[in-house]
């Protein structure tokens, strides 16, 4: 089992995500970027952003990398799900799932109908505010691994929501759009990867060194450890040579 990510290494990632998230706000970057420095942050196996249309009442996801029927059930009918009733407020932290209760999970379609059958154990729901206190968007994170107690992440998730709001408010272009423009965009998730990992199994087909990576990417070395120990297992691979001849196979190579 990978070792947990110590305190000061979810700080330093949180420090990668705000910059992400800037960039994005700037048009810099897309909003995957953002997701794929948020698994440093706390690791998952979907994840999404999305922004609120006010005048089609509807969430428009801007990057993210949940099962189709799931992201339709966030864009058209998450926001009358009784659990969004909850978690919208900008006084609110985030809604983690361990924390909602039995009788509300039961009462909630996007629990019962989309995550449930996912194998979702946890994960965070963050609705996000701009300045001026307009909701603008959301923040789903799920996993199928519970999560430790104490979790540092939770603290960090609530503090990086105004980078958040602020990169879905004026970030890049949907989901959608994106894809048509991303010629990596197809490879994004192999093998149930997050963003991250596939980064680090692209990074793999150079023959770089952990330290190497690590430096591309703007990450601890042991960072990149734990990511490579998660892409062996995703895999079933003996070793990172394998992985990188996996890499090749699929046609997964550095961005630069």
């Known amino acids: 089992m990978a070792a947990q990510r110590s305190t000061a290494d979810v700080l330093d990632a949180a420090v990668h995500v705000r910059e992400a998230a800037r960039s994005a706000t700037s048009g810099t970057t897309g909003l995957d970027a953002v997701l794929a ?19 089609g009442r509807r969430h428009t ?14 864009e058209t009918r998450l926001h009358h799900d009784p659990v969004f009733a909850v978690l919208h407020s900008p006084a ?13 999970l039961a009462a909630s379609p996007g ?26 968007g959301m923040l789903n994170v799920s996993t199928r691994r519970p999560r430790r107690t104490p979790d540092p992440a939770r603290a960090v998730v609530t503090l990086l929501t105004e980078a958040l709001a602020a990169a879905v408010a004026q970030g890049g272009p949907p989901r959608e759009e994106a894809t ?7 490879a994004r998730r192999p093998g149930g990867l997050s963003p991250r990992e596939v980064q680090v199994l692209a990074e793999l087909t150079t023959g770089r060194t952990n330290r190497e990576i690590a430096e591309r990417l703007c990450i601890a070395p042991r960072t990149v450890g734990t990511h490579i120990e998660h892409i062996l297992a995703k895999l079933d691979l003996p070793n990172r040579a394998a992985a990188a001849a996996r890499a090749a196979a699929w046609g997964i190579a550095p961005s630069c």
């Open 37 to 55: 420095a948020l698994s440093e942050v706390m690791e998952y196996d979907h994840a999404s952003l999305a922004r609120w249309d006010p005048l």
């Open 180 to 186: 048509a423009t991303d010629p990596a965009a197809d």
């Open 92 to 104: 609110r932290g985030g809604l983690w799932l361990r924390d909602v209760p039995c009788h509300l």
């Open 61 to 74: 996801t801007l990057a993210g990398s949940y099962p189709d029927e799931a992201t339709a059930y966030i």
């Open 111 to 136: 629990f019962q109908e989309v995550l449930s059958p996912l194998g979702i154990e946890d994960g965070v729901a963050q609705c996000l505010f701009s300045a001026d206190g307009r909701y603008v």
